[in-house]
């Protein structure tokens, strides 16, 4: 397995334990139940991973959204801070999805998703390579395609 997708299989069982294990071990009052479940997230987390990483589009999209709307639920729209971005899953989420919840991101986000900053955002979208929301900032779409076109030149 990858390094990359080793992390990210790291931050999806750290992810699981803190927001969903640990607190029903509270609940149940001890850990003898929920030991268990830790190995059955870690086994699992490690193929959540290869198919957010190498599967197809539509299982990617998939598991994504699933862990997604999971692991941060929420009344309101999903709106993880800058840096978030920058994890493991804020990487293969950008570049498999794109944004999961908007079709348009502000610039500081695109740049977030990108790995560069406003001012790039800025410069890629006047020179038209990132394509502009009518609404403000740009296409959560277009993110993602240059994210797959980057990845394409490197390998």
Not at 39 to 58: I, K, L, N, P
Not at 105 to 124: E, F, K, N, P, W
Request: glycine share 10%; net charge neutral.
């Amino acid at each position: 397995m990858p390094t990359g997708e080793e992390e990210l299989v790291e931050q999806l069982v750290r992810l699981i334990d803190i927001r969903l294990l640990d607190p029903l071990e509270i609940l149940v009052d001890g850990h003898d139940a929920i030991d268990p479940l830790r190995t059955v997230v870690r086994e699992r987390a490690r193929s959540w991973a290869t198919t957010m990483v190498s599967g197809d589009d539509r299982a990617a999209y998939g598991v994504i959204i699933r862990a997604i709307s999971t692991l941060y639920p929420g009344d309101g729209p999903f709106d993880p801070p800058l840096d978030w971005w920058r994890s493991p899953l804020g990487q293969i989420v950008a570049r498999r999805v794109g944004h999961p919840t908007a079709g348009s991101v502000s610039y500081a986000v695109a740049g977030a998703m990108l790995g560069i900053t406003r001012q790039g955002v800025h410069d890629l979208a006047s020179r038209g390579k990132l394509a502009r929301h009518p609404a403000g900032g740009v296409l959560s779409a277009a993110v993602r395609d240059r994210l797959l076109q980057e990845g394409t030149r490197r390998a």
